[in-house]
């Protein structure tokens, strides 16, 4: 089989076969397919698209290409949740805790920032000395130890995806449906858990950009799921403005901080109870969302996920001192604020450019090797519907380089619109597909 024959195939629109997808993954780890042959392929699928047989070959495939994780030593019924990828989204580090101190084992495999969204991993690495790159050994301990480990992808653990992964993130081929299917649900599957719940995102700053779209890929992703014998369940969620105020690595850490603390926004707060009852609801804790958004929340105003947050980051190299004392996050040294030169509402922000002002601060990679700067970000002050006067700052951008903040604050303040008349809020979860 020669690599070229099989990306003109698909260029030209026809089906891979179970066989020439197989090759192609087996090559591409095994490094006899170069990385400019697989980007010419991933354009070619970017265009032409994938049938379900196609994408249920690529993910396993994908998730064959290295070891699949037997979470059996584990005890309890394991359940992982993974998002498509969005602005500001940093869910994971809120809701984990408050499952896990509801004595739900969560055996958590997370990922990096990709394209103009961030990545769990980034974020977590705001604490000094934390790390995810544990062995399997260590992963199994913590969650044994305290219900709650959150490792990167390692070498072993889909290595197909996590090529493919780097490759898409700098060759603009991230937005596809088939592409994110595979993606997603290889490294779940290999990450062995019992039961898996996917928060889909529509809307601007999503790879989904909108409702029927994202509808599709969580129907793709759930049916590959419970094919593959995981209870499998999405909740469909707006990313037509960033969740939370916070985008940025330690800034949205910080704001994860104070969710736990009882004192974080409604939407990232709202968010994890919807997401988390599910995940409550598949470990076998209650069958019905109202027990399990009563059980979450006790977690936040009893402290115990704030302390679970803490002992998670303490048994991972990070300093707890910082769960309860944020001030050691805060490390920008320019602070920027945007004003609003008209009186009225916003009507929209798009968000994927608040993702690239974020990436343009230093936030996020533009090449697969790039460095992030940990510490810069964005604040936002206003989001849709909000009332705004003219002079008001809408949003503060936290930078440590002025040609940085200079590109990015323009690129923040194009992003908004703006209204005379008011403008309703966003609906924030839109369906659950189960
Ligand atoms: N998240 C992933 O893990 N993969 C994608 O392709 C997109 C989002």
Redesign the pocket.
């Known amino acids: 089989m020669l690599m070229v024959d099989l990306i003109k195939k698909k260029r030209d629109g026809q089906e891979l076969s179970t066989e020439e997808i197989n090759f192609i993954i087996e090559g591409y780890v095994k490094g006899e397919i170069p990385d400019y042959q697989v980007s010419a392929l991933m354009m070619a699928i970017f265009y032409q698209g994938m049938n379900d047989r196609e994408t249920v070959d690529l993910t396993m495939a994908m998730m064959n290409s290295g070891d699949v994780l037997d979470l059996s030593k584990i005890e309890g019924v394991k359940v992982d949740k993974?998002s498509?990828?969005g602005v500001g989204d940093k869910t994971s580090l809120v809701l984990t805790p408050m499952v896990a101190s509801l004595g739900i084992p969560v055996a958590k495999m997370s990922?990096r920032g990709?394209g103009h969204t961030g990545g769990t991993i980034d974020k977590l690495e705001s604490f000094e000395g934390f790390s995810t790159s544990i062995s399997t050994d260590k992963f199994f301990e913590n969650v044994n130890n305290n219900k709650i480990s959150i490792m990167g992808q390692t070498a072993n653990l889909a290595p197909a995806d996590k090529l493919l992964?780097a490759l898409?993130d700098v060759t603009a081929t991230?937005d596809n449906m088939s592409?994110?299917a595979s993606?997603?649900m290889s490294?779940k599957l290999a990450a062995g858990a019992d039961a898996i719940v996917l928060d889909v995102k529509s809307g601007s700053g999503a790879?989904m950009k909108n409702d029927t779209d994202a509808k599709a890929l969580a129907e793709k992703m759930v049916s590959i799921g419970n094919m593959a014998g995981r209870k499998t369940r999405a909740v469909i969620s707006d990313m037509d403005q960033p969740l939370g105020f916070a985008v940025g690595n330690a800034l949205e850490v910080v704001e994860a901080i104070n969710t736990l603390k009882g004192q974080g926004p409604d939407d990232l707060l709202e968010l994890c109870l919807t997401l988390g009852s599910q995940m409550v609801i598949l470990a076998g804790l209650c069958d019905d969302e109202d027990t399990a958004r009563k059980m979450l929340l006790e977690t936040i105003e009893s402290g115990k996920a704030l302390d679970k947050l803490a002992t998670f980051i303490e048994s991972q190299g990070g300093n707890k001192e910082d769960v309860y004392n944020t001030e050691n996050l805060f490390r920008a040294t320019i602070c920027y604020e945007l004003l609003s030169e008209t009186d009225g509402y916003v009507k929209g922000i798009e968000c994927e450019e608040v993702g690239m002002a974020s990436l343009l601060l230093g936030g996020g990679r533009r090449s697969k090797t790039d460095e992030i700067d940990l510490w810069t970000g964005i604040i936002l002050n206003k989001k849709v519907g909000d009332k705004v006067e003219k002079g008001e700052c809408i949003a503060k951008l936290y930078a440590n380089d002025n040609a940085k903040l200079e590109q990015a604050k323009t690129r923040l303040f194009d992003a908004y619109s703006f209204s005379s008349d008011p403008v309703n809020k966003n609906v924030l979860i839109k369906e659950i597909i189960k």
Do not use: N, P, Q
Request: charged residues 15%.
């Open positions: 993974h498509t990828g990922g990709l992964y898409r991230v592409l994110i993606s997603i490294k790879f």
